[in-house]
């Protein structure tokens, strides 16, 4: 039987959730077919959490139309996401939405969220344009019911984020592989000390810590987990933890629901056996011999007096070698290079003051500039670089407007 963790109202909501962003493509976009039938079978197995957003190719209108055809809109929650960084006045935060409930075929929103910040100053654009009258009208009518953020950011980011405004909840990356990186452990347990509900994607990271786990890992697991899979094992321990509300799967196969929902039926908080655990260390072991530089994310070397994000630089060339060269530079992007103020090592001046505070006692200021070569070929400085001036394109302008309205 599914179990339910309480929003932050006491809404019962479905220990698993249903992530719409890897719906089966078929010739004509998605297979509303296939994915009707993976839906129908979640549902009554018990999930009662939907996630899309705006971004997702064909994805609000595909679970818009399988709710409705099926009279089942008033059984289930929709959380789906603003595009923040495609915002640039107050009039488009209206048209965004408004094309959104029309897609969903819906009057109303249960889960809306800022969509993928990445910095603070995203935040404070939204603010000055007026974003905090505008989910209040949206609360009051009721078209939204609770509001929040998803990250892709630091773990500080991630703090400062959710002491800005009053939230009903967060989404962010989180995973055995992540635990110190991200918003960590650290910002999750923070989220649940200030009574705010995490949803939690990317449990599996995108499935790598299923099919691209190193064979002695795998081995270790089919040896020792008691039956369990990978991706069970993976679940395990988030459901493990009090502080996580819903997990997300893009789960693309009615397999897929079935042993996922299975799962589901014992995620409890303290699920997670000793034996489990254990082996859950020396998994991470065994990924963590493959990684360019041995830092545990520990913040010792914070802050850079420059600003370089020493922690979040590392983590990305970690992946680059763990999970393959575009994850890792992807990740590096998102949580590194996409900043207001990015954090790259080229701002490093070689003082030194990180190596005194490292407890592994790295050579930080070397391994900074092979991580930067690494990380950062021509391409994707380009790339970073014209991203940026997008992603931030409206913040002077915003706060112009901003001190206008107080003047």
């Known amino acids: 039987m599914m179990q339910y963790r309480n929003d932050r109202y006491g809404t019962p909501l479905s220990a698993l959730g249903y992530g719409c962003m890897r719906f089966t493509k ?3 976009g ?22 899309t ?3 997702y190719p064909g994805s609000e209108e595909a679970l818009g139309t399988i709710l409705e055809r099926n009279g089942l809109r008033d059984k289930v929650s929709i959380a789906t996401k603003l595009p923040q960084y495609l915002i640039g006045s ?11 409930l029309r897609r969903l075929k819906t009057d109303h929103v249960e889960y809306y969220l800022m969509h993928m910040l990445t910095d603070v100053p995203e935040w404070d654009k939204l603010v000055a344009l007026g974003i905090e009258d505008w989910i209040r ?13 998803s990250l892709h950011g630091s773990t500080e980011i991630f703090l400062e984020l959710l002491d800005a405004y009053d939230w009903d909840f967060c989404q962010v990356q989180y995973n055995y592989s992540d635990e110190n990186t991200q918003a960590g452990r ?6 649940h000390s200030k009574g705010i509900p995490v949803v939690i994607m990317e449990p599996l990271r995108g499935g790598r810590l299923v099919d691209l786990l190193p064979e002695e890992a795998k081995k270790a697991i089919a040896k020792r987990g008691g039956g369990k899979s990978p991706a069970e094992l993976g679940l395990r321990w988030l459901w493990d933890q009090e502080a996580v509300t819903v997990i997300l799967s893009g789960m693309n196969s009615e397999e897929m629901v079935r042993e996922n929902c299975r799962a589901a039926s014992e995620a409890l908080p303290g699920c997670l056996t000793e034996e489990e655990r254990t082996l859950i260390e020396d998994v991470k072991a065994i990924i963590a011999k493959k990684v360019k530089v041995g830092c545990t994310g520990c913040g010792y070397c914070m802050p850079c007096p420059k600003g370089v994000d020493i922690p979040g630089i590392f983590s990305g060339y970690n992946t680059m070698y763990t999970e393959g060269k575009r994850f890792g530079r992807h990740q590096f992007m998102q ?5 207001k103020e990015p954090g790259f090592a080229t701002q490093c001046i070689g003082c030194g003051k990180c190596e005194k505070h490292c407890p592994q006692h790295l050579p930080i200021r070397q391994k900074l500039k092979e991580a930067d070569r690494a990380l950062r070929p021509l391409p994707y400085k380009i790339a970073s670089a014209v991203a940026g001036k997008f992603l931030y394109r409206n913040v002077g302008g ?3 407007i901003e001190k206008a309205d107080r003047s």
């Open 26 to 28: 078929g010739v004509r």
């Open 30 to 51: 998605i297979d509303l077919d296939k994915a009707e039938k993976e839906l129908l079978l979640a549902i009554e197995e018990g999930v009662n959490y939907f996630d």
């Open 90 to 100: 107050r009039a488009a935060i209206d048209r965004y939405f408004a094309e959104q």
């Open 53 to 55: 957003a705006y971004i």
């Open 186 to 191: 650290r910002g999750v347990e923070y989220a």
């Open 137 to 149: 009208e949206k609360k009051e009518s009721g078209e939204i019911r609770n509001i929040g953020f």
């Open 398 to 400: 915003a706060k112009k």
């Open 335 to 339: 949580a590194v290079a996409l900043r």
